[in-house]
């Protein structure tokens, strides 16, 4: 089960009360006031974490609260701080408070650390209010509440490549050729029913991508039919597209027909989706007796798509070099 929607509630510590003590030693019986203050809360930090997956410990566990401060004592001693409570999310994570709708914070880069609550301050001691008109106060103040929110989370998949096809045409298989991640395979459609992510390197150059496999769509996916607004959500944060297509029409496909339909659910679903680069592979090459189907495909695109077939593996270097060359295009335009 791939964990990318629920709501948790989090809170800040609450800050130390201040301590009211006078010094009290032997041959020293009016000492003055020596009460310390009280420790500041907790505060919750968000990290961006790209190693880890999913909300899963979040679904088991929804409430979070970060460390008390401790109370001020005597001879001075202010009391300890709270523990920050830091709290690991996946890149691609928005956090928006359950209650007014407000946005409260976005992780996108692996290492990011962002504030969400800020811990409640401590109380003041009664020494602080020691003046040349004040020589014995009793006067403290006690530690404030930290911040607290029920927020809701969602995950949109944030990867350098987006596989996105069809049912059944192939992404989950290719995926698992070129990374480390092994979602289910079966020669049945439906078969992935949650995103995968997982890494392409190139050890040579030292250069890694994060590719996603994305469940398939079905037509209607722009007005949810399926499941399609929870997968295309995950599309719209890849950096480029590879759009599978089976050219061996399986199921009496048309296979430029599934290419216009796929193109068309993300047009309709958000402008940012339509306007994202894009380069078409073409699997099960190894199912065909002659090249008409590729011709005929490749006539109605207007230019020349990949030749890959995941089963003999045919056309995969093509295609990992085709990969990189585009991100390192697009890194080029966005300088």
Known sequence: ??????????????????????????????????????????????????????????????????DNGKAGQGRNKHGKSGKDLELKFPP????????????????????????????????????????????????FTRGKPGEDAVVHIEVKTIADIGLVGYPNAGKSTLIGILTNAHPRTAPYPFTTKQPSVGFLNDEANFRRLRIADIPGLIEGAH?????????????????L??????IAGVDERNPFDDYLQLIKEMELYSETLAKKPYIVALNKTDLLEDRSAIETFNKSLGKESLEISCLTQEGIPELIDRLFAELTKLADEEL
């Open 223 to 239: 007005e949810n039919r399926g499941l399609g607004h929870q997968f295309l959500r995950h599309i719209e944060r890849c950096r």
């Open 241 to 246: 597209l590879v759009i599978l297509i089976d």
């Open 92 to 139: 691609g994570s928005i956090f928006t408070n359950e209650e007014t709708g407000e946005k409260l914070a976005e992780l996108t880069k692996h290492g990011q650390r962002i504030q969400l609550l800020k811990g409640g301050d401590g109380g003041v001691g009664n020494t602080t209010f020691k003046s040349s008109t004040n020589q014995a106060p009793r006067q």
């Open 1 to 66: 089960m791939f964990y990318d929607e629920l709501k948790i509630t989090l809170s800040a510590g609450k800050g130390g009360d201040g301590c009211m003590s006078f010094r009290r030693e032997k041959y020293i019986p009016f000492g003055g006031p020596d009460g310390g203050n009280g420790g500041r809360g907790g505060s919750v930090f968000l990290i961006c974490d790209e190693n880890v997956g999913d909300l899963r410990q979040f679904h088991f566990s929804p409430i979070w609260k970060a």
